[in-house]
């Protein structure tokens, strides 16, 4: 693993990487450091969780890892009608005064991620579902109105 961050991002499909437009996610130049916080990198998956978005000829589809977390816990708005905003929350288990922990890897807290969406989408048709602990939203895209064309005759 390289300890240099990455600022465009890694493609695991092999093609090249580029920089998101439509992204809000703030760039931790940090992220990939290691920490001496309780708040470690492993802890801190879901807080960071990862979403693909790919666009198909007929919508944006987005699929984010979310392991362990239940529909319940997630929460999919549409903000100001132009951004995607995924987020949730999981909740440290309780303890119990005869367990004794010997380690604690598995990721507790808040996340948000946001993404601001073309023009050309369908708002009120979005649509999301959850399944082993993937979520997909997808967004259907508007037809593309093809211009008028007219054709002026030229005289002379």
């Known amino acids: 693993m390289s300890m240099i ?13 580029f920089f998101d437009p439509f992204s809000l996610d703030v760039w ?7 920490s001496s916080s309780s708040f ?24 984010a890892d979310l ?13 100001d009608d132009s951004v995607l905003k995924i987020s949730g929350e999981r909740h440290v288990e309780k303890e119990d005064k005869n367990d004794t ?11 948000t ?14 649509k999301a579902a959850m399944e082993n602990g993937v979520l997909t939203v ?7 109105k093809k211009p008028d064309v007219k054709s002026i005759q030229i005289s002379g």
């Open 5 to 17: 961050p990455s600022f465009f991002g890694n493609n695991r499909r092999g093609g090249s990487s």
């Open 40 to 63: 470690s990198r492993e802890n801190s998956a879901i807080v960071n969780a990862r979403v693909d978005w790919r666009e198909t000829p007929d919508a944006h589809v987005f699929k």
């Open 138 to 144: 997808t967004v259907p895209k508007a037809e593309m």
């Open 67 to 79: 392991p362990g977390m239940k529909k319940e816990e997630v929460k999919v708005e549409i903000e």
């Open 113 to 126: 991620r946001k993404f601001r969406l073309p023009e050309n989408v369908k708002m009120d048709q979005v």
């Open 101 to 111: 922990w010997h380690r604690v890897e598995r990721s507790s807290g808040q996340f």
């Open 28 to 34: 931790d130049p940090f992220k990939d450091f290691p």
